[in-house]
């Protein structure tokens, strides 16, 4: 089973040629860190942007996850 480890950050990309987004953890960003293909968007907390979006209006969620693509 999965161990989930609190207070770690989330690494948030986006694909440069079809937009595909991709979160990686310490442990697997430096797979795709450097590439150039692959747009480093947001670090994050996620369990705190989790929570602010399961709490939002879906207008709030709608920005907060814009805003974490852009």
């Known amino acids: ?14 694909h440069a040629f ?4 991709r979160v990686e953890s310490i442990d697997t960003v430096k797979h795709i860190d450097g590439n150039p293909e692959w747009k480093h968007v947001a670090t994050i907390n996620p369990h705190v942007v989790l929570e602010s979006i399961l709490r939002a209006t879906i207008k709030e969620r709608n920005l907060i996850i814009k805003h974490l693509l852009t």
């Open 18 to 21: 079809n937009g595909i987004v």
């Open 1 to 14: 089973m999965n161990q989930i480890r609190f207070n770690t950050a989330a690494f948030v990309y986006v």
